[in-house]
């Protein structure tokens, strides 16, 4: 892992020096152009010079800020292990690097400025996240080599002269991972998010529970962990988070400032709750455990009062964990009337809300009537109708955004019925056009799914992920959608990163990747 908890043990510092020894330097790559930056800044302007990293470099953060400090912290993990902290001053000097509050109006809460200069370098924003996404693209700018966690000390490092200007396109820039159908262990999870901040995708959201296994410790429901968490696709071991480590992966998540989204879905997919409890079926015996990967099957008793006592217990205990949102699924129902589920999705609707979270489901709830805090997450492709009258919209067309589908039909890994996606496919298409006539502002955002049925490993994750939830995480960051042959050139660029990071990737041949 690239960044290591290494970087939360150094006590908050207002100055920060890299700390390298006298030993000769290391090779490196030469340095990355500031037009390989994904996702593509609002505004690039290249300057002469470089800005060269020494044992002599500090990193400087306003006084008395946390976050800043945190932050520095994680700049100077990923410069050299072990920074030491040290004394000085927080005015300008030759051979730093500034981390200042105050950012131009349009820049928003995640938007920053990064100046680099041959004497210093400044990282302007009005929030800790805009630095955050400042150091992302400052780390671009580095050669590759500063990935390798074992390649220290890393001096006379040297990133290009100019000015970068940047702000997000969406507010929501998402990718989902299911570890319902495989169970993927906490470390994985944080292997996940560290490499989705690199690009300043900031939501996850973890699918919990399904058909297959249930993923997170309910105290008050203990069989749904220990008996509906025991099974996994294909017969797999399977696994639970205990509400500790959920816990554990919402603060690494969130010292990156990625918000976790957790989802029980609902009514259906809940096969593994039904067998952990008979009471929540209508005839109250409970089904065996699954493992196929059938779909529609299943659902909760929805007339039955202990399926809302029931859901007000997970909702309750998982809020108390979380972040602002909570996701219901509702997706592939086909054991209710549409009456019944109408009426279910909106009564869970007022649970959620009674928990202090804004509910998110899967586009089939659209046809209840919704909170104008709740949001709607399109996914099928033809299905658009209705959803133009939807406040809020998370933008997951299956045949373009899905990592799961097949990039094409030799790839062992992935399922292919929304089609296959390629890397131009999931990187050609516009958020803002995909539901006709949908309000200006509706779309709140993009997400990349990542369905498990095929996927039992990391290295899974991440050959069906990347190159794929880059492109996703561009169309969600950038201003206006990108030339593919500039898009491609850019992310050729990153895979001399990639290969520092360890990371799996898939070698797309219309790719045209750096050695």
Request: with cysteine.
């Amino acid at each position: 892992m690239f960044l290591t908890n290494r970087l939360l043990r150094v006590a908050a510092v207002t100055l920060l020096t890299i700390a390298c020894t006298k030993h000769a330097p290391i090779a490196t790559r030469p340095v990355s152009s500031m037009h390989h930056v994904i996702p593509r800044p609002v505004s690039v302007q290249p300057a002469t010079g470089v800005f060269t990293f020494t044992e002599s470099t500090k990193i400087v953060v306003p006084d008395g800020h946390v976050d800043a400090a945190r932050i520095g912290r994680y700049l100077a993990a990923l410069l050299v292990t072990g920074p030491r902290s040290t004394p000085g001053s927080a005015d300008p000097s030759s051979g730093e690097v500034h981390l200042r509050l105050g950012a131009r109006a349009e820049a928003g809460d995640e938007g920053y400025e990064l100046a680099i200069a041959p004497e210093r370098v400044t990282i302007t924003a009005a929030t800790p996240a805009g630095w955050f996404y400042g150091v992302q693209t400052l780390r671009q700018l580095l050669p590759a080599s500063v990935e390798y966690d074992a390649n220290v000390p890393r001096s006379r490092l040297t990133a290009p002269a100019g000015r970068i200007v940047d702000r997000p396109r969406f507010a929501w820039r998402g990718a989902m991972l299911d570890v319902a159908r495989h169970f993927f262990p906490v470390q994985d999870v944080k292997r996940y998010i560290d490499l989705l901040a690199l690009y300043k995708i900031n939501r996850l959201h973890l699918h919990l529970s399904d058909d297959q296994g249930w993923r997170i410790e309910i105290r008050s429901w203990p069989n749904l962990a220990s008996h509906g968490g025991n099974t996994a696709v294909g017969g797999g071991p399977g696994g639970f988070y205990t509400q500790q480590d959920y816990a554990e992966i919402v603060k690494y998540a969130g010292d990156r400032f990625i918000t976790i989204i957790p989802e029980i879905d609902m009514p259906g997919h809940t096969n593994a709750a039904l067998s952990s409890y008979a009471e929540l079926n209508c005839d109250g015996m409970a089904p065996p455990p699954y493992t196929g990967i059938r779909v529609g099957f299943s659902t909760l008793c929805v007339d039955k009062e202990v399926t809302y006592r029931f859901i007000d217990d997970v909702v309750r205990e998982i809020a108390g964990l979380s972040g602002p949102y909570f996701h219901i699924g509702g997706d592939e129902v086909q054991k209710l009337t549409p009456a019944q589920y109408v009426t279910f999705i909106e009564r869970v609707q007022g649970i959620v809300q009674k928990h202090g979270k804004e509910m998110i489901g899967w586009d089939e709830v659209a046809a209840a009537s919704l909170a104008p805090t709740s949001i709607v997450q399109h996914w099928r492709p033809k299905a658009t109708a209705g959803l133009a009258a939807a406040r809020r919209l998370i933008l997951s067309p299956a045949d373009k955004a899905y990592l799961d589908m097949k990039y094409h039909e030799e790839i062992t890994l992935g399922l292919n019925w929304a089609g296959y996606v390629d890397v131009r496919t999931a990187s050609e298409w516009d958020p803002e056009r995909v539901v006709p006539g949908a309000a200006r502002g509706a779309v709140i955002g993009v997400e990349a799914p990542l369905w498990s049925e095929t996927l039992v490993h990391m290295r899974d994750v991440e050959f069906m992920a990347f190159p794929r939830v880059v492109a996703i995480a561009e169309i969600g960051w950038s201003p206006t959608a990108p030339a593919w042959e500039d898009f491609a050139t850019r992310l050729g660029a990153q895979a001399p990163r990639w290969v520092a990071l360890g990371i799996n990737f898939y070698r797309a041949g219309e790719i045209p990747w750096a050695r």
